[in-house]
């Protein structure tokens, strides 16, 4: 009855207190170092005023070789996700666990580790920071000051440069030398090719992104182009529409009216807009460590292909640390009888990733060879996986099958 009691005790306040009184995950290390402090082991046989005061000593020369640590694999280089990376918090871990005897400097050791990685890893000053059901959404400069971005967790969901001169140039994952950049000049292309006997009405394109971001994609409409992007998270919609933070939508749109920005779930908001009515359709939802699978069944891309246009094309950002969901794309494509490409450009030069682009993995669908234009004659656009085994559905998905072992 207690454990049950204690589960509905902090499931309330993790859900509903500390969403609303902290802005970052503050009750993760809390609740670490109140365990660790709660151990009953024997004391040690010296409790003398020595010993007590290297329980506050050890524990703070812990959390300063932690930070000093942190802060030079940063500057040497190391991946932040990576094993170097996980080495350089293990050492000072494992000096910590030398301190099991005593609880309060265990406690207190493991506290100094957490406190120093985050503020070891908050690099850049922090411009606006929200934290909803969804989570921790912050806007930061880079640790170069150069650009301004915005950070859903620990994935970056878009950037844009502080410097005037630059800020209608897109970045991070959507520069012009990328996948998408190249996407929108075979759509531009096609398209043009496509319709010269039944122009668009106005002359205007439509287009739709799942995911807003920034609104780093903004900066490839064209005067007359009709835009739509869906977000699900309201902390992102805010942000996006501030021009104090970021202004790629504002820059990209004087006129308003042909800009939509559609709060709530993609799949179910998409069925209010009209059949065959997009040009484009771009998915962004899939960068975070927890993807939506539901946007990557075969009932989503039915309904897809039931909004765009027969000669449409249908993009997907699927660069994902932890998960290869190009084999997903390809079953469906191959289920539906769609031509498909993909292209990775995650190895970049280092002049690439100091003009601000970050590695990406795309994937394109259309109806067929014809439609997907230039991509198909480039070949850094190859062909992807279609032998998945199963495809994925509303009532079948295998995030395993997908894992980067």
Avoid at 131 to 145: A, L, M, Q, T, W
Wanted: charge should be neutral; charged fraction near 20%; include cysteine.
């Amino acid at each position: 009855l207690w454990v049950s009691v204690g589960g509905v005790l902090g499931g309330l306040f993790n859900g509903i207190v500390a969403p609303a009184v902290f802005s970052s995950v503050v009750e993760y290390p809390l609740v670490m170092v109140l365990a660790s402090l709660c151990r009953r082991v024997p004391r040690g046989k010296e409790d003398d005023a020595r010993a007590r005061r290297l329980d506050v000593l050890l524990p703070a020369g812990v959390g300063v070789v932690t930070a000093v640590l942190v802060l030079g694999g940063r500057a040497v280089g190391f991946d932040p996700t990576g094993t170097g990376f996980t080495l350089l918090f293990g050492l000072p871990l494992l000096v910590n666990y030398g301190f099991l005897g005593r609880p309060l400097r265990f406690g207190l050791g493991i506290g100094a580790c957490l406190l120093a990685g985050n503020v070891a890893g908050t690099v850049g000053r922090t411009l606006d920071v929200e934290r909803n059901f969804f989570g921790i959404v912050r806007v930061s400069e880079d640790p170069s000051g150069r650009f301004t971005e915005i950070v859903h967790g620990n994935t970056v969901h878009g950037r844009q440069s502080r410097d005037p001169a630059s800020r209608r140039t897109p970045f991070g994952y959507y520069t012009r030398t990328g996948p998408l950049g190249q996407v929108f000049e075979a759509f531009r292309s096609t398209t043009a090719d496509n319709r010269q006997s039944s122009p668009p009405e106005e002359g205007r394109l439509h287009v739709a992104i799942i995911g807003l971001g920034s609104g780093g994609m903004a900066p490839y409409a064209e005067p007359g182009d009709d835009w739509t992007f869906y977000e699900l998270n309201p902390a992102m919609v805010r942000i996006a529409e501030d021009p104090r933070l970021f202004t790629y939508l504002s820059d990209a749109f004087p006129d308003p009216s042909r800009l939509h920005v559609v709060l709530g779930d993609a799949r179910l908001r998409l069925h209010d807009a009209p059949d065959h009515y997009y040009d484009l359709l771009v998915l962004d939802a899939f960068s975070s460590d927890s993807i939506p699978a539901h946007l990557l069944t075969r009932e989503a891309l039915a309904l897809y292909r039931a909004k765009v246009r027969p000669d449409a094309i249908i993009v997907a950002h699927i660069s994902n640390r932890y998960l290869n969901l190009g084999p997903v794309f390809g079953a469906l494509a191959r289920d539906a009888g769609l031509s498909i490409r993909g292209r990775e450009d995650t190895h970049l030069e280092k002049a690439d990733l100091d003009a601000g682009k970050m590695g990406s993995v795309w994937v394109a669908l259309a109806q067929n060879d014809a439609d997907l234009g230039p991509l198909m004659r480039d070949a850094r656009w190859v062909s992807v996986r279609r032998n998945f085994s199963q495809v994925w559905s509303d009532d079948f998905s295998n995030l395993f099958a997908v894992f980067r072992w």
